[in-house]
Nanobody
Framework: QVQLVESGGGSVQAGGSLRLSCVAS????????MAWFRQAPGKEREGVAA????????YYADSVKGRFTISQDNAKDTLYLEMNSLKPEDTAAYYC????????????????????WGQGTQVTVSS
């Protein structure tokens, strides 16, 4: 079993920054790929970024490329998403997710691929 707990969400003005955290526990073999997804009202769940835990490799949605950075601290079993230059369009509930197989360049964006999910943390960006 994998448990994921997100934190760090909040309200900021456009152009501001936030850093989200996801603390993972249990079954390391079930979380070789970890990712951030987000969902805003009226929109589909969207893959934001993903990272291979044991190999070099990060992936980003075009909408956040250059603004967001995904990283991890293996010693703390923690996943991070640093968000800079935030826009109102970034407003959403952000979820941490994990799955056993490594991330893949054209498959990481499919939420059905992930077997573990956190409960989410809300990010609100005002104009």
């Amino acid at each position: 079993q994998v448990q994921l707990v997100e934190s760090g969400g909040g309200s900021v003005q456009a152009g501001g920054s936030l850093r989200l955290s996801c603390v993972a526990s249990g079954a390391p073999y079930m979380r070789n790929c970890m990712a951030w997804f987000r969902q805003a009202p009226g929109k589909e769940r969207e893959g934001v970024a993903a990272i291979n835990v044991h190999h070099i490799g990060t992936y980003y949605a075009d909408s956040v490329k250059g603004r967001f950075t995904i990283s991890q601290d293996n010693a703390k079993d923690t996943l991070y998403l640093e968000m800079n230059s935030l826009k109102p369009e970034d407003t959403a509930a952000y979820y941490c997710a994990a799955t056993s197989p490594n991330c893949a360049g054209d498959k990481w964006v499919y939420f059905q691929r992930y077997t573990s999910w956190g409960q989410g943390t809300q990010v609100t960006v005002s104009s």
